[in-house]
């Protein structure tokens, strides 16, 4: 059996370095390059047509959703698996929406990736235990009615996350290289989507949501 191809992409050297030791490690897989920018990861995938690549989420200079489908246009054999810590179905969805085949998160075993790489190399579709549990939550959950962080944009998440972490708006807008007026704006459109009157009702809705923020 030839061994699958696997190009990494993620933003942080030593989850890239691991990932190239524990993959090379088993027979099975070959990782042909790594890299932790976005638009080298589409040329790369474009000139090697890895049989898989492993696309994080927060990638620049755009994201991994960008990354995914222009990878899809210019090496359509290759499939994706989106690698994040965001444990929202929500991203999940997306990322099978704009053409991946598969989700792990970062919290996911050595065994779970594997099982991932194997399921989507043969054409079907893998989402890791860890949404499953969590869609399966929000689907017995007798509040399943209530506002819900999965109606948020990627870039609201990203303000909650900050906001979690005490960054006042200046200090998202800096971090996010965007204008403070639109993270205002951001902020006003998180609360209207989560029926909430105030930041001070925020800070609770994260703090009290803290497993899923």
């Known amino acids: 059996m030839e061994k699958i191809t696997i190009l990494i992409a993620d933003d942080h050297k030593l989850i890239r370095e691991t990932w190239t030791y524990i993959l090379n490690s088993d027979d099975r897989f070959e990782v ?15 000139e090697l047509a890895p049989d898989i690549v492993l696309m994080d989420i927060n990638m620049a200079p755009f994201n991994g959703f960008e990354a995914t489908e222009k990878i899809r246009k210019l090496s359509p054999e290759t499939r994706i698996i989106g690698v994040s810590m965001h444990s929202q179905p929500a991203y ?11 989700y792990v ?13 194997m399921d989507v190399y043969k054409g079907n579709k893998y989402v890791c235990d860890e949404i499953k549990t969590i869609i399966s939550d929000q689907l017995l959950d007798d ?3 209530a506002p819900s962080i999965n109606s948020l944009t990627e870039r609201e ?13 200046k200090e998202i807008a800096s971090q996010l290289d965007i204008s403070l007026k639109t993270v205002e704006v951001h902020r006003h ?12 009702s925020l800070v609770n809705f994260i703090n009290s949501s803290a497993g899923y923020v």
């Open 189 to 200: 459109n998180i609360l209207k989507k989560l029926k909430l009157k105030n930041s001070a």
């Open 32 to 46: 042909v390059a790594e890299c932790g920018d976005a638009e080298q990861a589409v040329e790369l995938a474009k």
């Open 92 to 102: 999940a969805k997306k990322m099978l929406q704009v053409g991946a085949r598969g």
């Open 105 to 117: 998160t970062k919290n996911s075993s050595k065994e779970e990736m594997f099982a991932a790489i």
């Open 157 to 169: 998440m990203q303000i909650i996350h900050h906001i979690r972490e005490g960054h006042s708006s």
């Open 143 to 145: 509040n399943h009615d």
